[in-house]
């Protein structure tokens, strides 16, 4: 029994120190470098798939991979998601520990087992952080001039949406654009209701026009990838790879019109001293307006813009109007995102001198 107990601590102990290593040493990649293999070496067949999701490599080129310390590759979502899904108190039973006994699951490898440790997707936040050039200039602009530290909450951000890229610049566009319109309307004597509106619409409508244009490309892509596993290689290669081709300009293009988006609003509202100038200590805050949406899409646009940057920020305005316009003259929206932050653990209250406002701070287990 003693031995059985020994082994079981070794085997624990040595998980631990493995784990660690491998959480310094993944990569994240895009999936395209698996099939032109320039300059990169990892452990796998580019004409293989993804060993969770099956997805071949073939149509995960602009996909974000995970190649982890054995060189084993998986599509960093599906990575994200084993870790969500790997509960700690999972067991399995070793051949060496008597039946009835068992020795706890690791977070590992799907194809050799290799242990990791969970922090292995966080450092790949990191990665996917500090590889965008967009993601910091959106997260440079909000922590000089509206939430210092923000910087700081981007990784928790792409650890939220899976280490998906493109979702977090797009709600850190979001952020951008609605803090613009929540600071106006809390500052008077400045931007009339209207003036506001155009602001956030006017720098929104290429940013808007490109991701249509994007995700429309996107799906014909897709069918593209269907179409030629069903038919064989080689079936629609020219126009699957023109239609690739035409995805990649529009992702640049639209990452391109986001930062002019976003500098076009702080200049906009830098102008009409709605205190997002360079001194941080003149902030209020982050403020998000979430004016004039339905109920659900506002708890939606609440749990990806509010709820990951609170860990950081600590507090956060939201703006959801007194409900002067709602029928019945109610505040609709206000009630229902106060009863969904307290759903969530979040201390919410209405803002003093302000009923269309909320500060939404961190739950009292985190102080």
């Known amino acids: 029994m003693e031995r059985v ?7 624990e102990t040595e998980a631990e120190e493995e784990a660690v290593a491998a959480a310094d040493t993944a990569q994240l990649v895009r999936g395209g470098m698996l099939l032109d293999n320039s300059g990169f070496s990892w452990n796998g067949d580019a004409d293989g798939q993804c060993p969770i999701c099956h997805e071949k490599w073939s149509s995960l080129s602009d996909a974000s991979v995970a190649v982890l310390e054995c060189g084993h590759a998986t599509c960093a979502a599906c990575l994200c998601h084993m870790r969500e899904s790997v509960p700690a108190t999972e067991e399995r039973q070793d051949p060496l520990v008597p039946h009835g006994q068992s020795v706890t699951t690791r977070f590992q490898c799907p194809h050799c087992t290799l242990l990791l440790d969970p922090a ?6 990191l990665q996917a952080y500090q ?4 993601l ?6 909000l922590a000089t001039a509206v939430a210092p530290g923000l910087h700081d909450a981007v990784p928790a951000m792409l650890v939220h949406r899976r280490l998906d890229s493109a979702a977090v610049e797009k709600e850190l566009f979001e952020i951008i654009s609605r803090h613009a319109v929540g600071a106006a309307a809390r500052t008077s004597g400045s931007l009339d209701s209207r003036r506001k509106q155009e602001v956030y619409l006017e720098a929104r409508r290429p940013v808007v026009a490109l991701q249509r244009e994007l995700e429309r490309e996107a799906e014909k892509l897709a069918t593209l990838d269907k179409r030629e596993d069903r038919l064989g290689p080689g079936a629609v290669s020219a126009e699957r790879q023109s239609c690739r081709g035409r995805c990649d300009e529009l992702r640049e293009n639209l990452r391109a019109a986001q930062q002019n988006a976003a500098a076009s609003i702080f200049a906009t509202l830098n102008d009409e001293s709605l205190g997002m100038g360079s001194d941080a200590g003149e902030s209020e805050g982050l403020c998000i307006d979430l004016h004039g949406l339905h109920v659900a899409e506002a708890k939606t646009k609440f749990d990806e813009l509010v709820v990951p940057v609170l860990p950081v920020l600590g507090r956060c305005v939201v703006v959801t109007g007194r409900g002067s316009h709602s029928k019945g003259g109610e505040a609709a929206l206000r009630e229902a995102l106060v009863r969904h932050a307290r759903h969530r653990a979040l201390r919410c209250a209405v803002m003093q001198g302000n009923g269309g406002a909320l500060e939404i701070s961190r739950p009292v287990l985190d102080e």
Do not use: C, K
């Open 5 to 11: 107990e020994a082994s079981v601590a070794q085997r």
């Open 120 to 125: 292995t997707v966080d450092n790949l936040a």
């Open 131 to 134: 590889a965008s050039d967009l």
């Open 136 to 141: 910091r200039f959106l997260a440079g602009h």
